[in-house]
């Protein structure tokens, strides 16, 4: 841990805090129109997606932690989750709740069973051709 970083970072969250305007509701501001402008992600087209993107972007994005690792570990085509072919839905689940090497395990707070069952079941079905493909699910 950098400590004269985190002091840094401290003493300006504090400062910003003492700055804000106290007693008087914040003004409401119109939401920006893009609410996450730095990665250009296309909509979600399922709630899978949307789900992985909500829960597992952070690390699991091009550039994130988790795809760097995955990368290296298992070489480049299988960096970014999204685009794997060989995932089940049971190893994605075991590895979420019991963390993979440098990924912690997530728990039930974090990512419920049912947001879970909605990621291992985008991840392992996805990208399979669509004979394989569970009925009714997207056809992205
Ligand atoms: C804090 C960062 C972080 C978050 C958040 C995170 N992961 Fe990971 N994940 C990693 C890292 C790092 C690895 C690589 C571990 C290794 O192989 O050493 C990984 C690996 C994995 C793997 C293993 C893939 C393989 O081929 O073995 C799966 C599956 C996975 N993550 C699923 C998820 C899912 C689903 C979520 C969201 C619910 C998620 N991860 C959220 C960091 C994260």
Known sequence: MNRPVLAVALATAIGAAALSPVGRPAVAQPA?????????????????????????RYCHVEMGPGTLTLAKRLGPENGLLAART?????????????????????NRVEVSDRELDTIATWLAAHNKPAGKRKPGRGTD
Do not use: H, Q
Not at 33 to 46: G, H, Q, V
Not at 86 to 106: F, Q
């Open 32 to 56: 920006p129109a893009t609410p996450n402008p730095a990665p250009a992600t296309p909509k979600p087209r399922s709630i899978g997606e949307a789900t992985f993107l909500g829960k597992c």
């Open 86 to 106: 060989d995932l089940t839905a049971d190893y994605v689940k075991a590895v979420v709740r019991n963390g993979l090497n440098t990924m912690p395990p997530i």
